[in-house]
């Protein structure tokens, strides 16, 4: 056996030094990526002891941006993309300008010169991919509008750092005193917007056909490793060709793999095929964030640390809360995206080494990036903490109503003819749900999964997307009115957060909800549910009433 094994060697101590303090952070109430970024710095060349190859765990990291971005591209279609389009687009444009513009003010006062600051400040623009769909997901809010918008913005961002990383050698030429080819230039511009645009569009129409097709070949097979191989297969293989071919980033070329088979019924088995890798492989990316940085910066140079958190943090999200709300959007939009946007990661590393490599920036703008990014990430779950409060705060002073009074949601007022809400459309949910429908009960039904609702839809019912504020949800959902509420939904402490929120606006209303564990009976209890039925007990009444002849 050969005794020099970097990549076992990096990828074993990643993971077990990840999964200990990451068990520590969470004892500690922290997020756990604040464990998987101490990891990385244990390991890294700036600690003593064992050090891992820094060139390998960001190219592991990056199959975890892939497989991400390919899992988001599965619950979105190209409605959802065109219908954010209108808030993306300029939103993300703004803020890069806004952040960019703050980066190189900072560049200049510390001596850079314009083309390095300009390289810095876009650097300090864009954020991770890993980190937004990983708060998303932690927030639930990935499904929601508002989650949508963010992750429209970030693809915009992508778009525009391809860009970007076509006209940074140009730049440099400049800044070395090159006289400028605009031919060249143009046709470069040209070239590269050309080579997106064939892909994007050989994507939606020759990809949204061929890939479902293939996909379902395989699953009539009926080998589940098989098919598990092969959609790990697409999203590698469309995301490195797209990379490859037309110049467009792994992130992206993912993202639109999952798009083009978000639309089939294939999605949901897709989705779950690609979920151990992803989580893996995106922790990875973490513990690579912590290899990278150099703990002597905040010695060396605390104040231009501070001043370039403080645009990554306050800048960056004042930007984006302004232009969220002028473009005429809710303030709970607003405090999404700009908590969404509070860090930075992967491209700011390419591209402050592009920038560095070109001559134009410092060796010193790369440990001050990525003691940004290190800080950031682990300051990101802080953020979204603030932001829903003040989003909160808005939505109470907005709506008005006071959630726990007699005179709205007393037991006097006549709720007897209201629709029933059921949140959750799984298996149980959609038992449910059937028999409701038969029976013609008026019925509201409520999922994170925006195939789900839009069948449903398709069948004549009443459905709304809902994984947000669960607050939000309800309100949409019409609990005002509703004769009672069904969670069916199998995470207790979501369900829990559900009929807290539902007891708090309406002490009246029946909550009924399912449990999978004696302690998940209780939880259910103590946050308000007047039934909860627990699904082994029930099935152990059953067969013993069977035995016994009752």
Known sequence: MPHQVPLIATVCLAFVLAAILGYVATRLRLSPIVGYLCAGLMVGPYTPGFVADTSLAPQLAELGVILLMFGVGLHFTPRDLLRVWSVAVPGAVAQIAVATVVGLGLALIWGWSAAGGLVFGLSLSVASTVVMLRALEEQRALETENGRVAIGWLVVEDLAMVLVLVLVPVLAGLARGQ?????????????????????????????????????????????????????????????????QLFGVSFALGAFFAGLVLGESDLSHRAAEGSLPLRDAFAVLFFVSVGMLFDPSILLRRPLDVAAVITVILLVKSAAAVGLVRLLGRSHGMAATVAASLAQIGEFSFILIGLGINEGLAPTEARDLIVAGAMLSIALNPFAFRVAARWAARFAREETAVVPVSDEIYGPHQPYGDGPVILIGLGRVGSAVAAQLTEAKVPLVVVDQDRLKVESWRRGGGRGIVGGGNPTEVLRDAGIAGARTLMVTVPDELQGGALIEAARHMRRDLFITARAHSEEGVEHLRRRGADLVVYAEREVAGRMIENILGV
């Open 179 to 243: 006289q400028a080819d605009m031919a060249d230039l143009a046709a470069s511009i040209g070239t590269t917007l050309g080579a997106v645009a064939l892909f994007v569009g050989l994507m939606l129409v020759v990809g949204r056909r061929v890939i479902p097709a293939m996909l379902a070949q395989v699953a009539r097979t009926g080998s589940r490793e098989l098919f598990t191989l092969s959609v790990l297969g697409v999203a590698l293989g469309i995301a490195y060709g797209s990379a």
